[in-house]
């Protein structure tokens, strides 16, 4: 069974840090693709950070610089440092494995709140 179990969202005042961790089990975590997406209020889902099983890593533009994601395929755990945060930055936070070759496989966990008073 795939479990991806969030962990460390919480409150933080603006310009505070935050690390997100996202345990896996259950898949063959270093041959995934790993990212961290987020849903604000009222807003879509979106991709914060991801980071590919050869570790190459992309970050959307509005965290560039703030926000760094990283994995440890001896733990099979993906983590999103978080810096310099922002109220804007307050939403659910979802990890997400996905395995490209056909057939497609993607699984995402229960997702952790974060929230950034200002």
């Known amino acids: 069974q795939v479990q991806l179990e969030e962990s460390g969202g919480g409150l933080a005042q603006a310009g505070g840090s935050l690390r997100l961790s996202c345990r896996t089990s259950g898949i063959m975590f270093r041959n995934y693709n790993m990212g961290w997406y987020r849903q604000g209020p009222g807003k879509q889902r979106e991709a914060v950070a991801t980071?590919?099983?050869?570790?190459?890593?992309s970050t959307v533009n509005s965290v560039k610089g703030r926000f760094t994601i990283s994995r440890d395929n001896a733990k099979n755990m993906v983590y999103l440092q978080m810096n310099s945060l922002k109220p804007e930055d307050t939403a659910v936070y979802y990890c997400n494995a996905r395995f490209a070759p056909l057939p497609v496989r993607e699984y995402w966990g229960q997702g952790t709140q974060v929230t950034v008073s200002s």
């Open positions: 980071i590919s099983s050869g570790g190459t890593t």
